[in-house]
Structures are given as structure tokens and as C-alpha cells.
């Protein structure tokens, strides 16, 4: 039944939301295995060559020694558009939402967002679509595009 009503609360949003109102949102269920970070949600604002995605994370936090520590958004061929560094752990608060800047990328252009665990790396749900289409969960290899770990920005420690 919870997952009927996050269903059909999923449809209804994008449905009123996602009409030409420059927004488009998605809410999915984690998968949370205990080493690997979800994406769960995915809402982007804005207008082409400057979306704001607002990224909802699900982690097995346990502190600084186990924390997601950043998502991204990659080109299909798995370029890096954009990370967002994550700059605490989030035991507490489970799962978690948080914004970032400005992505050039225009509103018909497929891209995919994911999570990284430290010390783990990549491998839990991701999404994949676009501002105007929305995104859906699709499966996507731990090693794709993992050279981008080693990119910039990157944390520079964990507060707690």
C-alpha cells in the first residue's frame, strides 16, 4: 500500500508540477544495501542552460567513517556536469535533500544523477532523464565513468 501511495503521489506530482512549469520531480524507493548510497528524488527548477537540481539521498550514514559524501549529474557518455560536495555525515537525517548550483545543460538533455559512499565509491540507484521528461530509476554498473571520483570538486574532510 506505501508503495501504491508513493506511486500514485510520484504520478500526481509530475503530473500538476511538471507541465511547462520549469519543474520536474521524481520520488523513488531506496535500495539501500549497506554499503552504497541511493538516489531517491530528483527535482530540477530553472530553464535550459540553468537548472537547479535539489537531489534526495538515501545513505547508510554511520559518521565520518561511512557517510555519502557527494552527488553528481553526468553526461550519458559520463562526463561530469556537476557535483555536489557533501560536507557531513547524515545519521539523523535519513533521507536527505540538498540543492546545487546552477547545470548547463538544456531541458530535453538526458543526463544521470548519482551518489558517491565514502569510503565505498559508486553503486547504489541512480536516475537517469531529463529536466522535461523527468527521471526514472535505471540500472547503472558501479564502474561506469568511475574515473570521475578523482575529479574535482571533492571533499576536503567530514565535520561529523
Known amino acids: 500500500m506505501k508503495t501504491l501511495n508513493l506511486l500514485l503521489l510520484s504520478f500526481l506530482t509530475s503530473a ?3 507541465c511547462g512549469s520549469g519543474e520536474a520531480t521524481t520520488k523513488v524507493e531506496p535500495s ?29 550514514d554511520s559518521g565520518c567513517a561511512r ?11 559520463g562526463e561530469l556536469l556537476y557535483r555536489r560536495v557533501l560536507l557531513h555525515s ?16 538544456q531541458a530535453d538533455q538526458v543526463v544521470w544523477v548519482r ?3 565514502h569510503p565505498d565509491g559508486y553503486g547504489g540507484q541512480a536516475l537517469q532523464g531529463s529536466p522535461a521528461g523527468g527521471f526514472t530509476v535505471q ?3 558501479p564502474e561506469f565513468a568511475v574515473d570521475v571520483a ?3 570538486p571533492l571533499p576536503t574532510g567530514c565535520a561529523f
Open 67 to 77: 557517510y555519502a559524501d557527494w552527488w553528481e549529474v553526468l553526461t550519458t557518455d
Open 90 to 105: 547524515h545519521t539523523s537525517e535519513q533521507p536527505f535533500t540538498r540543492s546545487g548550483s546552477s547545470v548547463s545543460i
Open 16 to 18: 500538476l508540477t511538471g
Open 150 to 152: 578523482q575529479e574535482g
Open 115 to 117: 551518489a558517491h559512499m
Open 32 to 60: 539501500i544495501p549497506d554499503h552504497v548510497a541511493d538516489i531517491v528524488g530528483v527535482d530540477v527548477l530553472g530553464e535550459a542552460g540553468a537548472f537547479t537540481f535539489r537531489v534526495t539521498v538515501a545513505s547508510p
Open 139 to 141: 540500472p547503472l554498473s
